[in-house]
């Protein structure tokens, strides 16, 4: 009995030794960035009920779909494409790769655009993107979350946040490895985007986005999993997303 037992308990050290369990998501609440015009969250409903030695309490809420950390099914951009509820559970465990373009950010500007060759030479370091990847992007937007002026960077109505370039979104269409794209900023289109062109190849392509990835460390390039879990809104164009990164070590 007691040999079983030290078996078990063995296992379990070596899993959370060599596994890491990262969440990549902000937490809803009052501060919770959503896109200009969007309802945020806020519950029409707080009740306790008070019973003979119990109690129990419910809320309901109302929010936009796209805002927080959230995910775009096809058919937000693509009128034919996936719902929410029509995305398979395949795609929602996915090989991860990150790239990271803070210092590309950094350097270019408020409007930095991911281009080919930034996808290419993540390619040179890590040979080709494996089959069912979701791509994280992080421009290094992650810190400013608390600040919504600075994390939309406004101009006026303008924003002005960094995100896919044309060229690059046609790229990932085409390999036809990646499943997704995740940035950590409010959208995969760059803020001063008007025409939402990536927005509109990766949807006519059966990708699925996720905005506002939590992405305050690095991951790895490769070599980790990812858990992507929307609210099931079977007619929905997106969904709040819980995500989940495991890193092997
Ligand atoms: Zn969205």
């Known amino acids: 009995m007691f040999f079983y037992l030290a078996i078990i308990i063995l296992n379990i050290c070596r899993l959370s030794a060599s596994k890491e369990l990262l969440d990549l998501g902000w937490g809803f609440d009052n501060r919770t960035i959503f896109w200009p015009g969007q309802t945020p969250l806020y519950?029409?409903?707080?009740?306790?009920?008070?019973?003979?030695?119990?109690?129990?309490s419910f809320k309901e809420f109302c929010v936009a779909e796209?805002?927080?950390?959230?995910?775009?099914?096809p058919?937000?951009?693509?009128?034919?494409?996936?719902?929410?509820?029509?995305?398979?559970?395949?795609?929602?465990?996915?090989?991860?790769a990150f790239l990271n373009m803070e210092e590309e950010h950094l350097k270019m500007g408020r409007d930095t655009r991911l281009k080919v060759k930034d996808l290419e030479n993540w390619e040179t370091r890590n040979g080709k993107f494996s089959e069912n990847s979701v791509l994280l992007v992080k421009?290094?937007?992650s810190k400013f979350w608390q600040n919504r002026t600075l994390y939309l960077d406004l101009?006026?109505?303008?924003?002005?946040?960094p995100g896919l370039s044309k060229e690059a979104a046609q790229w990932i269409a085409n390999s036809k490895k990646i499943i997704g794209v995740g940035v950590d900023t409010p959208s995969i289109d760059p803020g001063n985007s008007t025409d939402y062109i990536a927005h509109r190849i990766l949807a006519e392509n059966s990708l699925y986005n996720l905005e506002n990835v939590k992405l305050l460390t690095d991951l790895p390039e490769t070599g980790f999993d990812l858990v992507v879990a929307p609210m099931k809104i079977e007619e929905g164009t997106g969904a709040a997303v819980r995500i989940f990164a495991i890193v092997n070590n």
């Open 66 to 73: 796209h805002g927080g950390t959230h995910f775009d099914a």
């Open 75 to 96: 058919y937000h951009f693509h009128q034919s494409g996936w719902k929410v509820g029509d995305v398979p559970l395949s795609r929602l465990f996915a090989k991860g």
């Open 139 to 141: 421009f290094g937007r």
């Open 43 to 56: 519950f029409t409903k707080e009740e306790t009920v008070y019973l003979k030695g119990f109690s129990y």
């Open 155 to 161: 101009e006026g109505e303008t924003m002005h946040f």
